[in-house]
């Protein structure tokens, strides 16, 4: 029996394991998992965004999140919260985000675990505002957060986007607590 941090219905969302690196490298080379982002993640990249996961979580009580399946207690990627700090008028904020693996899309996991992250977010963490940001093109992140209870602030050119013509353009939503 896994230590959840804490669960939704059919999600447990826990710290990060060495164990998880592996996992989430398979989901990171995954090009479709990976449309929307300028490269895949290399086994190194996954193990560098793993300890700043660790870290975050250790400092700020929060981080995208390890999330498995509560019925079989499998990985299937990650749902949270993390800091964003680039250029932007709207940062430093707090985003939420997901990455789950192409045997997890269209059961409703996003949009599950992101719920119930926002309510940590909230709750827990008692934060006023959680934004999220994806390029325009990634229709389905943008309905998570349309599903989720988010408004759309604004569209902008990701000033980390500049050199990808076709993700560069995206859009901001936000919810207040």
Same mark, same amino acid.
């Given at each position: 029996? &896994?230590?959840? +941090? ?10 990060? %394991? ?18 929307? /982002? ?10 560098? /965004? ?5 870290? %975050? ?29 680039? %250029?932007?008028? /709207?940062?430093?904020?707090?985003? =939420?985000?997901?990455?789950? @693996? &192409?045997? @997890?899309?269209?059961?409703?996991? @996003?949009?599950?675990? @992101? ?14 505002? =959680? ?19 988010? %408004?759309?602030? &604004?569209? /902008? ?14 859009? +901001?939503? &936000?919810?207040?607590?």
């Amino acid at each position: 029996m &896994k230590n959840y +941090l804490f669960k939704s219905s059919r999600l447990g969302f826990r710290t990060w %394991q060495k164990e998880d690196i592996d996992k989430m490298t398979v989901i990171n080379m995954d090009k479709e998992v990976m449309e929307f /982002f300028p490269t895949t993640r290399t086994y190194g990249e996954t193990t560098i /965004f793993v300890d700043r996961m660790q870290k %975050q979580f250790s400092t700020k009580g929060y981080c995208y999140f390890a999330v498995d399946k509560l019925t079989d207690e499998s990985f299937i990627g990650f749902i949270g919260l993390s800091e964003q700090n680039y %250029q932007a008028d /709207f940062t430093p904020c707090i985003d =939420i985000g997901w990455r789950l @693996a &192409k045997t @997890a899309w269209n059961n409703g996991f @996003a949009t599950e675990g @992101a719920k119930r992250c926002l309510e940590f977010g909230f709750e827990t963490l008692h934060l006023e505002n =959680i934004y999220s940001v994806t390029p325009v093109v990634n229709t389905k992140s943008e309905e998570v957060m349309k599903k989720i209870g988010m %408004q759309l602030v &604004k569209t /902008f050119n990701h000033p980390q986007l500049h050199e990808h013509v076709r993700l560069r353009n995206c859009v +901001l939503y &936000k919810i207040t607590h």
